[in-house]
């Protein structure tokens, strides 16, 4: 019999339609998809040189649970040099992806009951883990028009003696939007005299394309007590199956817990990937990322331009990550089926809006090449036609 805490979890709508269109694309059909949060670019050589250099050293044995200690020391430099956080080895540890580093903070701190606040849309995982640890989730419903943040009145209003944590995601997937460091001021006042956890998801932190990054536990003496900081490489040096992924706190012991909850389960994450993380935290593939960014900054613009000539879909210019958040409210009030239509019919794989709490909504990846995205986005434009008919 299977536990009733598994069988809360659905399954990821995101996993599930990207491995839907590479079945179908296995079969002989022209798939284009947009659905995979996954850099197409390769992993920096510099990096790919660091995890030969490891086999060849045999770094290939058990290490400490949370890291060697020149990882975590790398992962301290970085916080410091590009987000002003001072955090010792000790409130540092390493985990199995950013989506290993969230289970066990949540398995670590959220009770049965525990409410926690997530801003929608939001990252498909968040509210399947709050479950699954017996939380209860409270959804900030935000849309285009107020640029997919929430706002500190909404907060205050979520608020009550059983909230537990706050989830903020920036910049954001699957909308790409950024929280400034006078939003973030705000936010935090309102946290002010309570016991609430921030859990700042900054996974995308290097792919900002507009004005200055703020993390979350910068702004305020009290924001840095009471933030996890959680970030990684998949996504700004194209490392997502290398699985590395890494939780900073204030509170040692939290950081403890997690640990001892590792220890458990995972253990420490790969020797060799550990080897390979400090490549690409210490600024050796800075040239790379800067490239990256470039590149997807480009596609962004062409897709933005491309989807807003379609009559009656809308999106706004993100500001970060590699995700248009498109409207469909004048063509559809249903995303999961038009997001299987389109596959369907125009053989075009993108994220329902209903997968990260936002009805009336797609998610577009543009972490492809410009002419992907020109063919996909022409397929949906005449997919959209045909609906309007």
């Not at 801003?119 to 995982?125: A, M, Q």
């Not at 500190?152 to 920036?170: G, Y």
């Amino acid at each position: 019999m299977i536990t009733k805490r598994v069988n809360t979890l659905s399954e990821s709508i995101t996993i599930a339609i990207t491995t839907l269109a590479q079945e179908l694309k296995a079969e002989g059909k022209d798939i284009l998809s947009f659905s995979a949060g996954e850099p197409d670019f390769g992993t920096p050589q510099v990096i790919k040189d660091a995890a030969i250099d490891a086999i060849n050293n045999d770094i290939t044995k058990y290490t400490a649970v949370d890291g060697v200690l020149p990882l975590r020391e790398a992962i301290a430099t970085k916080l410091k040099r590009d987000n002003g956080l001072t955090y010792a080895p000790n409130q540092i540890i390493a985990n199995n992806g950013a989506k290993h580093s969230l289970f066990n903070l949540f398995s670590a701190v959220i009770e049965d009951g525990a409410e926690v606040i997530i801003p929608s849309p939001y990252w498909v995982t968040y509210p399947e883990l709050v479950k699954y640890c017996g939380g209860k989730v409270v959804e900030i419903h935000t849309q285009d028009t107020d640029g997919f943040k929430i706002t500190p009145e909404q907060l205050k209003n979520a608020i009550n003696d059983k909230t537990r944590m706050l989830i903020l995601t920036t910049p954001s997937n699957p909308t790409g939007s950024i929280y400034t460091k006078d939003e973030l001021t705000a936010l935090g006042k309102v946290l002010e005299g309570t016991d609430i956890i921030v859990a700042s998801d900054e996974m995308y932190e290097k792919l900002t394309y507009k004005g200055t990054f703020t993390s979350c536990a910068s702004v305020s003496d009290d924001m840095y007590k009471r933030t996890v900081t959680i970030n990684g490489l998949s996504k700004s040096v194209a490392m997502t199956g290398w699985r590395f992924g890494y939780m900073a706190a204030a509170d040692t012991a939290l950081i403890k817990a997690t640990k001892k909850l590792q220890s458990q389960s995972t253990s420490n994450i790969n020797s060799i990937t550990q080897m390979a993380a400090i490549a690409g935290l210490d600024g050796s593939a800075d040239a790379d990322i800067a490239m990256m960014r470039d590149a997807f900054i480009a596609r962004r613009d062409e897709a933005v331009k491309l989807i807003n000539d379609i009559d009656g879909l809308s999106v706004l210019k993100p500001d970060g990550a590699f995700y248009l958040f498109v409207n469909i409210k004048e063509v559809s009030s249903d995303s999961l089926t038009f997001a299987k239509d389109l596959l369907d019919k125009k053989f075009v794989a993108v994220v329902p809006g209903v997968a990260f709490g936002s009805e009336g909504y797609f998610r577009l990846s543009f972490a492809t090449d410009i002419d992907t995205i020109r063919d996909g986005i022409s397929r949906i434009a005449e997919f959209v036609k045909e609906l309007k008919k």
